[in-house]
C-alpha cells in the first residue's frame, strides 16, 4: 500500500516533496522522486513485500520507470512465466515483476494479473505513460489535465492548490454522500473509473482512456447447490491465501458479522500458527457486538483483541476524516474505521477484511425493500399514481410520503437508482444524468435483486465502502486486503442462482451455509448491530455547537444547488427532537468541515 504521484508540470524537487509530505502516511517507509527529462515520478512506499530498499520506487527497469501502489496477488505466478521468457530479477517484490510484465505483453498484462492496484508506468524511449486502475476499484487514482498539462496522485490533496470546486460534483455529494468516478469535487480533477486504462501522449498532449474490465451480462450456471457451495468455499480460500503473503506481519479484522468471520476462519484454517484477530466495541451496549466478536475468536482459535472504546473516541477523529479523505465524505461509519485502524496498527502492518460480501452476496436490507415493492412495477403507472393520491394511501392505510415515491416512480431501474441515491433530494434542482457511468445494471441482468446487487457493486462499493476502507487503513499505514473483492469471487456469485444467495429472511444463504463448517450458526445468527456511530444524537448534542458555526446562513447558501429553505427547516426539525434528518445535515456539516480544511470557506472571517 503507497502513494503515487506522477506530472508533467515543471515543479521543483522542493515543490513535489511538500506534495508527498501532506499524505505521507500513506508510505512513511521511503519516499522516492525521480525526475526524467519533462516528467517527475514520486512515490511513498509502505513496505509489505522485499522489505530492501532495491525494491522502493519510483523502480526503474530499461526504458520504463513505474510508481505503483497496491499488491499484484498472484505476482508469483506470473513471475514464473515471464522467467522462463527470459526474464531475470534482482528483488523479490511485486513492483518489478509488473514492470517486466508490462515490458513483456503491454496491455495484455492486465487481464493477467489479480490484485488492488492503480500504477503509472513511463516509457522514455516513447514518450509515452501508462496508467491503470484495479478492476473493482480498491486503490485510488485521481488526476489533473489541462491542455496536456497533468498531475496523477493517489489522493486529491497535492493537487488542490489553484482549483475550484466542481459544482455538479456538490450536487451529486447532497444526494450520495460521496462523489463517484469519474467525478471530483475539483474542476479539472477525475478518478480513473474501476478496469480502465489511461494512456498519455507526452510530445502530442493526448489522453485516451479504455476500458479493460466490467461486469457482463448475466449468464447463469446449471449447478447444484452443494456444487456451488464446494466450488465458492474452494475460490474463497484461494482468494485468502493469495493475500496471505506479506514480509510484515498480518491480521484480520473480525466483527460481528459473518463476512469477517468466514474470511478469519478459513484464514486460520490455513495458517500454520493462530491468526492474530481485531475488534473494537462500545461502551454503549446499543453498538457493540465485541462479544460476538471474541465468540468467532474462540472457534478461530484465533490470539484475539478488543479495544472497547467510547462514542467520544469516535467523534475524536472528525479533523482526522476531514484530513485524510480529502474529498467530502459522509458515511459516518468512516469514523469508527479510523478507530480500527489505529488499534490495529500497533500489532499488525496488513489485515484481511470481510468487505464485499453484502454486495455480491446480497445481504443489506435494500435487498429486501427491492424484493418487498417490485411486484408494484408490474402495475401501469398511470393506475399508480392514482392510487399514490393521499386520500387513497391513507384509505388502504399508507399514508406515507415513501409509499406515494414508490409507487410514482417511473419503473424498476429508477426505483433501484434512488435505493442508492435517495427518493428525497436537498438539491434545488435534481439532475441524475450523471448516472449514465453506471447504467450497465439496467442491462445486465433482468432480475431487480441482481440489478441491485450490481449496482451496488459498480456505484456504492467503489465510491463509498472502498474509499472508506482505503483512506481509513491508510490515515495509519495499515493496508488492508479484502478476498471478497477478488474479481473472481464477483464473478462467481454473479453467474449463481440468486435464490443460492437470497432467500426471504435468509441473506447471504450461501455464505452463511459455508461459515457453519467453521462456527455454530446458533453463533453467528445472533442480531448484526452494524458499524455504526450515535450520530442523531452527536448532532443535537455533542456537535451542536460546531453544527451551527458551519451551517450558517452566508454558508448554506454558498452550497452549489442547495436548497437551503429545505434544508434549514430539517436542520431546525433535528434539533427540536425530530431527529430524522441526521444524515442530510452530516452531509452538509461534513462539506462545510472540508471547506474550512481546504481553504474554499473562511469561517472565522465570516463569523467574526
Not at 111 to 132: E, H, L
Not at 339 to 351: C, D, I, R
Not at 467 to 480: C, G, I, L, P, Q
Not at 554 to 577: A, C, R, S
Request: proline content about 4%; overall charge neutral; charged content about 25%.
Amino acid at each position: 500500500m503507497c502513494g503515487i504521484y506522477i506530472t508533467n508540470i515543471p515543479f521543483s524537487t522542493d515543490e513535489v516533496n511538500e506534495k508527498l509530505k501532506s499524505i505521507e502516511y500513506r508510505g512513511p517507509d521511503n519516499m522516492g522522486i525521480l525526475k526524467e527529462k519533462t516528467i517527475t515520478l514520486g512515490h511513498l512506499r509502505l513496505s509489505i513485500l522485499d522489505l530492501d530498499h532495491r525494491s522502493d520506487q519510483p523502480m526503474v527497469h530499461e526504458d520504463l520507470t513505474i510508481t505503483y501502489n497496491g499488491e499484484i496477488y498472484n505476482f508469483l505466478e506470473i513471475k514464473e512465466e515471464l522467467s522462463l521468457l527470459g526474464h531475470q530479477f534482482k528483488t523479490t517484490s511485486d513492483t518489478e515483476v509488473l514492470l517486466h510484465g508490462f515490458k513483456e505483453w503491454g496491455t495484455n498484462l492486465l487481464p493477467k494479473i489479480n490484485g488492488m492496484f492503480a500504477f503509472c508506468i513511463y516509457d522514455s524511449s516513447k514518450q509515452t505513460i501508462f496508467c491503470a486502475r484495479d478492476r473493482m476499484g480498491v486503490k485510488p487514482f485521481y488526476y489533473s489535465w489541462i491542455n496536456g498539462q497533468f498531475e496523477i496522485c493517489s489522493q486529491l490533496r497535492p493537487l488542490i492548490p489553484s482549483k475550484e470546486i466542481n459544482k455538479e460534483a456538490v450536487s451529486i455529494y447532497l444526494d450520495c454522500g460521496y462523489i463517484p468516478s469519474p467525478y471530483s469535487i475539483l474542476q479539472d480533477v477525475y478518478k480513473l473509473s474501476p478496469g480502465h486504462y489511461m494512456e498519455i501522449d507526452i510530445a502530442n498532449k493526448r489522453k485516451t482512456i479504455t476500458k479493460y474490465w466490467d461486469l457482463k451480462k448475466i449468464k447463469t450456471r446449471k449447478i447444484s447447490y452443494t456444487k456451488a457451495k464446494e466450488e465458492l468455499h474452494a475460490l474463497l480460500t484461494d482468494a485468502v491465501k493469495i493475500r496471505l503473503q506479506s514480509d510484515v506481519p498480518i491480521g484480520s479484522f473480525l466483527s460481528g458479522g459473518i463476512d469477517s468471520a468466514l474470511i478469519s476462519s478459513i484464514a486460520g484454517k490455513i495458517s500454520a500458527t493462530p491468526i492474530n484477530t481485531f475488534s473494537i466495541g462500545f461502551d454503549d451496549p446499543k453498538f457493540d457486538e465485541s462479544k460476538v466478536a471474541e465468540e468467532f475468536a474462540s472457534y478461530v482459535e484465533a490470539h484475539h483483541k478488543t479495544t472497547i472504546c467510547t462514542a467520544q473516541d469516535s467523534l475524536n477523529l472528525l479533523s482526522k476524516l476531514v484530513y485524510v479523505y480529502d474529498e467530502p465524505f459522509a458515511d459516518s461509519s468512516a469514523l469508527p474505521s479510523l478507530l480500527l485502524n489505529s488499534v490495529t496498527k500497533p500489532h499488525v502492518t496488513v489485515a484481511l477484511s470481510g468487505d464485499g460480501g453484502d454486495e455480491s452476496f446480497l445481504g443489506y436490507n435494500h435487498f429486501e425493500w427491492v424484493m418487498k415493492y417490485k411486484w408494484i412495477f408490474l402495475i401501469p403507472l398511470f393506475i399508480r399514481k392514482i392510487l399514490a393520491r393521499p386520500f387513497l394511501l391513507k384509505l388502504f392505510g399508507k399514508g406515507s410520503k415513501a409509499a406515494a415515491e414508490v409507487l410514482t416512480t417511473n419503473n424498476i431501474n429508477t426505483y433501484i437508482s434512488k435505493v442508492f441515491v435517495g427518493f428525497d433530494t436537498i438539491n434545488k434542482e435534481r439532475d441524475l444524468s450523471w448516472l449514465v457511468h453506471y447504467d450497465g445494471y439496467m442491462n445486465w441482468s433482468k432480475d431487480p435483486i441482481q440489478k441491485t446487487a450490481d449496482l451496488n457493486i459498480k456505484l456504492w462499493l467503489e465510491n463509498d465502502s472502498n474509499v472508506k476502507v482505503d483512506r481509513a487503513s491508510m490515515a495509519y499505514s495499515v493496508e488492508v486486503r479484502s478476498p471478497f473483492l477478488d474479481y473472481r469471487v464477483v464473478e462467481f456469485a454473479r453467474s449463481l442462482p440468486v435464490s443460492y444467495r437470497y432467500q426471504k429472511n435468509n441473506r447471504k444463504r450461501i455464505l452463511k451455509d459455508i461459515l457453519e463448517e467453521y462456527i455454530p450458526r446458533a453463533v453467528f445468527t445472533q442480531p448484526k448491530k452494524g458499524f455504526s456511530v450515535p450520530l442523531g444524537n452527536w448532532i443535537a448534542k455533542e456537535l451542536k455547537d460546531d453544527i451551527l458555526r458551519i451551517l450558517n446562513d452566508d454558508f448554506l447558501n454558498t452550497v452549489p444547488n442547495l436548497d437551503v429553505p429545505k434544508f434549514k427547516n430539517q436542520l431546525t426539525q433535528h434539533m427540536e427532537g425530530n431527529r430524522i434528518y441526521f444524515t442530510n445535515i452530516w452531509k452538509v456539516f461534513v462539506y462545510g468541515k472540508w471547506c474550512e480544511e481546504f481553504g474554499f470557506y473562511d469561517f472565522k472571517m465570516k463569523n467574526k
